[in-house]
C-alpha cells in the first residue's frame, strides 16, 4: 500500500476531512475526543503515517496478524465477515472519513477478526504501536483521550452488534 508525504497544507486540509467526518458520523462511529484542539489533532497526526488504498484493494484481512489502527481520511471502506460456514462473505458495515479501522486488534492483539476493503479511492493514516508509544509519550493527555474516544467507539460498535443479534 503506498505510503504518500503530505505537505503540511494537505495534511491540515486531511485531518479538517478527518474531523468533519467525525462529526457527520452515524451512531456515534467518529473519533471525537473531547475539546481537542487544531493542534491537538495536528499533534496526533504527526504520529500517523498516511496510506493510499486504491478502490476495491485490502487495507484489513480477516486472520492477520497486525495491530495497526487506521484513521479514514477520505472515502469509505466496508467492513466484511466470514459467514459461519467460512466460505461465504458477508457485509457488515460501512467506515467513512471520521471514523477508525482496527481498534479490535489495536487493543487485544489477536488477529483481525474481519476484513475491510475500499469502496473508492481512501486515504488512511496509519498508526503502529511503536507510533503510538512515541504519541504517548509526547502527548500523555491527549493518548489518554485517544484511548477514551477509541473506547466509546468499541462499545458502540458492541451495542449495535448486540441489537442486530438480538433484534
Do not use: Y
Amino acid at each position: 500500500m503506498p505510503t504518500i508525504d503530505l505537505e503540511t497544507a494537505d495534511l491540515d486540509a486531511a485531518i479538517a476531512e478527518f474531523r468533519a467526518g467525525g462529526v457527520a458520523a452515524d451512531a456515534g462511529d467518529g473519533l471525537m475526543p473531547r475539546d481537542w484542539s487544531d493542534e491537538d489533532w495536528q499533534r496526533l497526526f504527526g504520529f500517523v503515517t498516511i496510506r493510499a488504498v486504491a478502490a476495491g484493494d485490502a487495507l484489513i484481512r480477516r486472520g492477520e496478524a497486525d495491530r495497526t489502527l487506521f484513521f479514514v481520511l477520505g472515502g469509505s471502506l466496508e467492513v466484511i465477515v466470514n459467514a459461519s460456514d467460512g466460505h461465504s462473505m458477508g457485509p457488515l458495515t460501512r467506515i467513512g472519513a471520521g471514523s477508525v479501522l482496527g481498534e479490535q486488534s489495536f487493543f487485544d492483539g489477536r488477529p483481525r477478526s474481519a476484513s475491510a476493503w475500499a469502496v473508492g479511492d481512501c486515504r488512511v493514516g496509519a498508526m503502529s504501536l511503536e507510533q503510538f508509544a512515541a504519541f504517548e509519550e509526547a502527548h500523555p493527555r491527549l493518548a489518554r483521550d485517544l484511548l477514551l474516544a477509541l473506547g466509546r467507539i468499541l462499545a458502540t460498535r458492541l451495542r449495535t452488534t448486540t441489537a442486530k443479534v438480538f433484534g
